[in-house]
């Protein structure tokens, strides 16, 4: 109701501006009156009809008044109506009638008082009107500056404040407002700023270039100012007192804002400017916080590598030495076995690196995914010709139900994912014991899924293996201290494809790990 009304006295501003001519304005408002005096007449002619005694007629001419007073706008039609109301009252109803004379004195007297209560009743109601009008101005604008203050805590981005500034400046003035974020860009044509209102028409590269100087010199400019002012518009820094965030722009030609809705504009503004700094802020404080994190996890990271490289490092170089030294001496067997300790050392050694670049990679945001159509037999092949290397006591066995399923995938990393479970389900298992790999297709996903006949995992550990670091309370069977990368790497690998991770129960013991991918149509040539 409020922002109606405050509309039809944007709109009434408006007209007095160039809808309506003066002229228009005049001969409505006196049509109003004449009509108003025609019907205050009509009905006192009935009145007097039906027997009414002329205090009572006066009373109509007098009603009409206030009619008048509430419909009419221009000051002196109620001059108008006073004299107009005198007139056809003696006229119609004041012997003789049809003439303009007054044979009984005392009418002269109510002529006057009638003449004088018309004036005096247009006054006050155009006093109330004036003061509902501004009490209505006055509770639009409140809401306005309240709704600014809600909506800019709401925001979260520079694109939202600066929308939201400019959206609530049109509301307050009724006229298109701009806002540019940074320093206004003069290109043509005219690109980035925020506009109000989707139907405001383009600013020209003239209006961008006062934009720019305000920006520059953190200062207003533009009309109704002392710096260009013959530019359409007045241009508003939102500043903090350090920094210039916005340039905001009002259109000031078809209405030019008072010092008031200035000082309201600059207020709005100023809290624009806090949404800004605010902004700025949290984002530094996001930055910091993601820094430490990576300080940390450079810091856990030296911290194990420097712990946990050294025990094969030792091994590898001490059954090297003895090879060396005693390279004649050792019957085969132990130079086998030998040579065997080094292979394994070593490899553990290289997916360890492997893992710790990997997930360096993906804490940075550098992981780039080289994404492919793969045979999905490929990827099996590569793995278990990789797991079956160290995997002398357990079973492997590979169930894949068709040979030409394919899916999209940095085959490399999915290599390094089933590498990563496979290594699992042999360092968590028994010597002698089965692990089995499966691999089909189901509603257009290819899923894998490894499953062992180990201790299994806790219903309270599965949600927590993969993260980064949790290494459980298993113990190897190798001995080995776990680090904690192998299952939260592989979570991020899986994830980056888009792809789902997850452990369940193997029945009756052991544990399997699974994920899935996109499968992606065989194309026969
Ligand atoms: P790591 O790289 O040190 O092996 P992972 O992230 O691969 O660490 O594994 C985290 C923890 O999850 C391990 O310490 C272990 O407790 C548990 N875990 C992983 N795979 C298995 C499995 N197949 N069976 C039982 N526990 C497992």
């Known amino acids: 109701m409020t922002a ?18 003066s002229s228009e304005k005049i ?83 109510t002529f006057l008082v009638m003449f004088a209560t018309s004036q005096v009743i247009s006054s006050l109601m155009r006093q109330v009107k004036r003061a509902q009008m501004q009490a209505s101005v006055k509770a639009y604008r409140t809401a306005v500056l309240l709704e ?28 298109p407002v701009y806002c540019f974020l940074g320093e206004p860009k003069i290109t043509v044509p005219v690109t980035g700023y925020i506009k109000s209102d989707e139907k405001n028409p383009d600013l020209s590269a003239n209006e961008i270039a006062v934009a720019k100087w305000a920006f520059r010199n953190n200062r207003h400019a533009g009309a109704t100012t002392d710096i ?27 209405k030019v804002p008072t010092n008031f809705e200035k000082d309201l504009m600059l207020a709005m503004l100023n809290e624009a400017a806090l949404a800004f700094e605010k902004e700025q802020m949290q984002k530094k404080n996001q930055e910091t916080a993601l820094k430490l994190q990576q300080e940390q996890l450079r810091g856990n990271l ?50 360890l690196v492997e893992n710790l670049l990997s997930v360096t990679r993906i804490e940075n945001g550098t992981m780039e995914l080289h994404m492919q159509s793969e045979m999905v037999e490929d990827v099996i092949q590569e793995s278990v010709k990789r797991a079956k290397r160290c995997m002398n006591s357990h079973t492997l066995i590979v169930e894949q139900e068709d040979d ?6 940095d ?11 496979l290594n699992n389900a042999v360092k968590y298992s028994p010597s002698g014991t089965e692990i089995r790999l499966c691999v089909y297709e189901k509603d257009h996903h290819v899923f894998f899924e490894v499953a062992d006949q180990g201790k299994g995992i806790a219903e309270e550990e599965k949600d927590k293996i993969f993260s980064l670091f949790y290494a459980g309370n298993h ?21 980056a494809h888009q792809g789902r991770i997850w452990v369940k129960d193997h029945v009756p013991r052991g544990s399997i790990f699974g994920f899935e991918l996109m499968a992606e149509e065989v194309k026969m040539i």
């Not at 001490?318 to 086998?336: F, I, K, P, Q, V």
């Open 302 to 351: 030296l911290r194990m590598i420097s712990h946990d490289l050294r025990t094969p490092l030792t091994s590898i170089s001490g059954n090297a030495d003895m090879l060396l030294e005693n390279e004649h001496r050792l019957d085969n067997e132990t130079r086998h076995q030998i040579f065997l300790d080094i292979y394994e050392d070593s490899v553990w050694l290289i997916d």
């Open 27 to 109: 001969f409505l408002d006196l049509s109003v009156t004449v009509g108003l005096l025609v019907l205050a007449t009509a009905i006192s002619v009935l009145f007097r009809g039906l027997g009414f005694r002329n205090d009572n007629l006066i009373l109509v001419y007098v009603t009409g008044a206030l009619l008048e007073a509430l419909l009419v706008r221009i000051r002196w039609s109620s001059v108008f109506y006073g004299a107009g109301s005198v007139i056809l009252f003696n006229c119609f109803f004041i012997e003789p009638t049809w003439t303009l004379k007054v044979t009984d004195k005392g009418y002269i007297v």
């Open 228 to 254: 260009l002012p013959g530019s359409g518009g007045l241009y508003l820094a939102v500043r903090s007192q350090e920094q210039v965030f916005a340039v905001v722009g009002i259109r000031a030609v078809e």
């Open 475 to 495: 113990p190897n069977i190798d001995g080995r201290r776990s680090m904690g990368l192998g299952l939260a790497l592989c979570k991020s690998i899986v994830e």
């Open 404 to 409: 030409l399923l394919m899916a999209r995938m």
């Open 148 to 175: 600014n203050s809600q909506r800019l805590q709401q925001a979260k981005t520079p694109e939202e404040i600066g929308r939201c500034a400019a959206q609530q400046l049109e509301k307050l003035m009724n006229v």
């Open 411 to 421: 085959a490399k990393l999915i290599v390094q994912v089933l590498n990563n479970l």
């Open 4 to 21: 109606r009304r405050w509309k039809r006295y944007q709109e009434e501003g408006n007209e007095e501006k160039g809808k309506w001519s």
